[in-house]
C-alpha cells in the first residue's frame, strides 16, 4: 500500500525534463526519497504510540517551514477530534483540546477531507476563534513556552491540515503550524497530503496488529482462567473425594479436621450450633481467645445469618490476623461454623471455594451422626417407656443389656430439670438445646461415670448411673451425689444463667427396681421446684416423709388438712392470722412455748393464750404426740402445696373455704 502511494506521487510529479530546473528537479528528488524513507519509518514498528511520535517527527523534519504539529485522531463514537500526539506545544495543555467536526482548521479538514493551508495569520485567528472557549484557554496556554521564545508579538504566520484517510474513512488530520514569516506552498501541502496517506497506512496497521494482539492477550487470559478453573476444579473433586472417603470409611471428626486443615493449609476449628468446639487442628493454633464476648459475638451472627464473613481478630482488628467464617448447613438446617485462622495464608476466592466444598461434606456427616444419634435416643426412649408397661422380666433385661446396661451392675437414677432463660444460649430450635444438652451430659459423664445413659424425657434429661454391685446402699448414694455435683457445675459453666435441678433416685440391685427409682428422683426434682429451688441437688433420703405426701393425691391431703384445721381456717379475721402464726411458731420451735414466742417477739403468757385458744376451737390436746404428729403433717402438706404463706398472710384460700 505504502509503495503504491509513492508510486502515484512519482507519476503525478511528472514532467517533461525539459521544462524543470535542475535545482528542481533535485528537489523533487530529494522529496521522493524523503517519502520512501518515510514509509519505511512509519512501518519500522506496530507499537501505535511509537507510530504517532514517529510520523509527527518524521512530519516536521521533512517539511522545512513546519515548526510544530499535532496529530489528532478521530473518535466516531464520540464524533471528536483528539490529540494523540504534538510537537513545538505544551502536551499537558494540548491534550485537552478535543475538537468537534468544524471546529478550528483540524475540524474543518476533517469535515471536508481536503488537505488545505491557511495561508496567513489573520486566517489562522479568525479560524481558531471558533474554538470553544474551553478549547480556547487550553490552546493558548499551549503556545506558552513559544510565545516565551518568540516574545509578545508572536503569531502563527500559516497552518497546513491534511485528512488521514483509508478506504474512504477519515481516521484522523495532521496539522503543522509555521511560526515564521515563510508560509507554506503547494509542495508543502502536497507532501504533506503523501505523508498523511502513508502515516494513515501506518496506523491502520498498528490498529489491526494492536486488535490481534488484544485477542491473542485474550485469547491466553481465557486460557489461564479455563486452566486455572480446572485446576480448582480439580483440586475441589480431590478434596471432595478425600472427605467422601471419609465419611464411608466412619471416619471421626478429629481426622476430618486434619483433612479440612491440610487442604487450606491453615489452623481451623469446627463449632457444633452451641459453639461448642468440636475439633481443632492444630490444637492450641488460633493465637487469640475463641471465648471473648467479641469473637462469640461473631460467631452468633454467622449462626442467626447462616452467611460467611472474614473477621479482624488482632489488637487493632487489621487483616495480619483474621479469621474466616463458614457455615455448616444441611437440609435448612445449620449444624455448625467452620473457623478458619489465616495466619498462614489469605484465602483465595478459590479457596473460599474450596472452604464452602469443606463445609458442605461436613454437614453430610453431621448430619449423618445426627440421624445415628437421633436413633439411639429413640431406641432409649422406648426402653424408658418399656419400664412401665413391660410385665415380663425377661424381656426387659435382654432390653436393658441392648442397652448396654449389665445385671452385674446397681443402678440409680438421677432427673435433671433444666431452663434456659431468655438471652442465655444462641437463637437456635429448641430441638438443638436439648441435643447438645443431651451431649454435654453425656460428654461429662464419660469421666465420672462411663457406663450410664441420658436420654431426654417430658421436658426433663434422665440420668441411669451404673455402679458397682458390690458398693453398699450409703456408698453407692455418695457416688452419685458426687457425680449429680460435677454434673451440675459442668452444666452451669457451660451454659451460664441456666437453672438446673437435679433429682437422685434409690439405688437399685436390679431392672425391677428401675420404677422406683425414677420416681423417687422424679419426686425429688418435684420437691425442689414446690420450695422454687431451681438450682439444687436433692436425693429420695433427704425427702423423708415427703415421699409420703408426694404420693398421694393432692385432693387426698386437702381433704386431710380440712378434716383437722377446718374450724381454725374458718375463724373470723384478724384473729385467725395471729392463731395461724401461733400455731406455726409451736410447730417450727417443736412445742417449746418460750422459744416460739421469742419467734413472734411477744410474751411467753400471750402465746400460753393464744395456743389455749387453738385447743378450744380444734378441740384437742397438742401435748399429744398423735395431735401434734398430725399437725405436723398437715403443716407440711400446706407447705408443699405452696399454701401456707397464703395463709400466714391473711389470705383466703379457696380450697378450704367453706
Not at 490529540?83 to 506545544?89: I, L, Q, T, V
Request: include cysteine; charged fraction near 25%; hydrophobic fraction near 40%.
Amino acid at each position: 500500500m505504502a509503495s503504491y502511494l509513492i508510486r502515484k506521487r512519482v507519476i503525478e510529479m511528472s514532467e517533461p525534463i525539459s521544462s524543470i530546473s535542475v535545482s528542481e528537479l533535485q528537489r523533487r528528488l530529494t522529496q521522493n526519497e524523503l517519502l520512501i524513507e518515510a514509509a519505511q519509518y512509519f512501518t519500522s514498528s506496530l507499537k501505535l504510540d511509537d507510530v504517532l511520535t514517529r510520523i509527527l517527527d518524521r512530519v516536521l523534519n521533512v517539511i522545512e517551514a513546519a515548526d510544530a504539529g499535532v496529530l489528532f485522531i478521530y473518535d466516531k463514537q464520540n464524533d471528536r477530534l483528539k490529540p494523540m500526539a504534538c510537537s513545538g506545544f505544551l502536551w499537558e495543555k494540548m491534550q485537552h483540546v478535543i475538537l468537534s467536526p468544524g471546529e478550528s482548521m483540524t475540524g474543518l479538514t476533517l469535515k471536508s477531507r481536503q488537505a488545505q493551508i491557511f495561508h496567513n495569520s489573520e486566517t489562522v485567528l479568525r479560524n481558531t476563534d471558533l474554538m470553544s472557549p474551553s478549547n480556547k484557554v487550553f490552546y493558548d496556554q499551549s503556545l506558552e513556552p513559544v510565545r516565551q521564545s518568540i516574545g509578545e508579538a508572536f503569531l502563527i504566520q500559516s497552518v497546513m491540515c491534511a485528512p488521514l484517510l483509508i478506504r474512504g474513512e477519515c481516521i484522523g488530520v495532521m496539522t503543522i503550524d509555521n511560526f515564521t514569516h515563510r508560509s507554506f506552498t503547494n509542495d508543502d501541502l502536497n507532501l504533506l497530503a503523501a505523508l498523511s496517506n502513508l502515516a494513515a497506512v501506518a496506523l491502520d496497521n498498528a490498529h489491526l496488529y494492536q486488535e490481534e494482539k488484544s485477542k491473542k492477550e485474550q485469547l491466553e487470559e481465557l486460557n489461564h482462567v479455563i486452566h486455572s478453573q480446572n485446576q480448582q476444579l480439580n483440586r475441589i473433586n480431590q478434596t471432595h473425594d478425600r472427605l467422601m472417603r471419609l465419611i464411608l470409611s466412619g471416619k471421626s471428626l478429629s481426622e476430618f479436621g486434619t483433612a479440612v486443615y491440610d487442604t487450606l493449609e491453615n489452623p481451623i476449628i469446627l463449632f457444633d450450633s452451641l459453639l461448642n468446639v468440636l475439633t481443632e487442628h492444630p490444637p492450641d493454633a488460633f493465637d487469640f481467645d475463641i471465648h471473648t464476648p467479641p469473637f462469640m459475638a461473631e460467631l452468633q451472627q454467622v449462626l442467626q445469618k447462616r452467611e460467611s464473613c472474614r473477621v479482624e481478630t488482632g489488637p487493632d482488628r487489621t487483616a495480619s490476623s483474621s479469621v474466616m467464617l463458614f457455615p455448616v448447613v444441611a437440609s435448612s438446617e445449620i449444624f455448625g461454623i467452620l473457623a478458619v485462622s489465616e495466619v498462614n495464608l489469605r484465602l483465595s476466592d478459590q479457596d473460599i471455594v474450596l472452604a464452602e466444598q469443606c463445609c458442605l461434606v461436613l454437614a453430610m456427616e453431621l448430619l449423618k451422626r445426627e440421624a445415628v444419634y437421633e436413633t439411639e435416643q429413640r431406641l432409649k426412649d422406648e426402653f424408658l417407656d418399656e419400664l412401665f408397661s413391660e410385665k415380663n422380666v425377661g424381656t426387659l433385661r435382654e432390653r436393658a443389656k441392648s442397652m448396654g446396661l449389665s445385671a452385674d451392675d446397681s443402678f440409680v437414677f438421677m432427673v435433671a430439670d433444666i431452663e434456659f432463660p431468655s438471652g442465655s444460649l444462641p437463637v437456635i430450635p429448641d430441638k438443638s438445646v436439648n441435643r447438645y444438652v443431651l451431649r454435654t451430659i453425656e460428654t461429662e459423664l464419660q469421666s465420672a461415670n462411663r457406663y450410664s445413659l441420658v436420654l431426654h424425657k417430658l421436658n426433663a434429661y434422665v440420668i441411669i448411673l451404673a455402679l458397682p454391685k458390690e458398693l453398699d446402699q450409703a456408698l453407692a448414694l455418695k457416688r452419685s451425689r458426687i457425680v449429680a455435683k460435677q454434673l451440675h457445675e459442668a452444666l452451669r459453666r457451660l451454659y451460664p444463667g441456666i437453672q438446673c435441678s437435679i433429682g437422685i433416685g434409690r439405688v437399685c440391685k436390679n431392672f425391677e427396681g428401675f420404677v422406683q427409682s425414677y420416681e423417687d428422683a422424679k419426686q425429688s426434682v418435684a420437691y425442689s421446684k414446690r420450695r422454687k429451688d431451681k438450682n439444687s441437688i436433692k436425693d429420695y433420703v433427704e425427702l423423708g416423709a415427703v415421699q409420703f405426701i408426694l404420693n398421694q393425691p393432692q385432693e387426698n391431703l386437702l381433704q386431710f388438712v380440712r378434716d383437722l384445721l377446718q374450724p381454725l381456717l374458718d375463724y373470723p379475721s384478724p384473729k385467725r392470722n395471729e392463731l395461724l402464726k401461733a400455731l406455726d411458731a409451736f410447730i417450727l420451735s417443736g412445742k417449746r412455748f418460750k422459744e416460739a414466742a421469742s419467734l413472734l417477739d411477744i410474751h411467753p403468757n400471750t402465746f400460753a393464750y393464744r395456743m389455749k385458744r387453738i385447743e378450744e376451737i380444734l378441740d384437742l390436746r397438742l401435748e399429744q404426740h398423735a395431735v401434734f404428729f398430725d399437725l405436723q403433717f398437715a403443716w407440711q402438706v400446706l407447705d408443699m402445696l405452696d399454701l401456707k404463706q397464703s395463709l400466714l398472710d391473711g389470705q383466703k384460700i379457696g380450697s378450704f373455704s367453706g
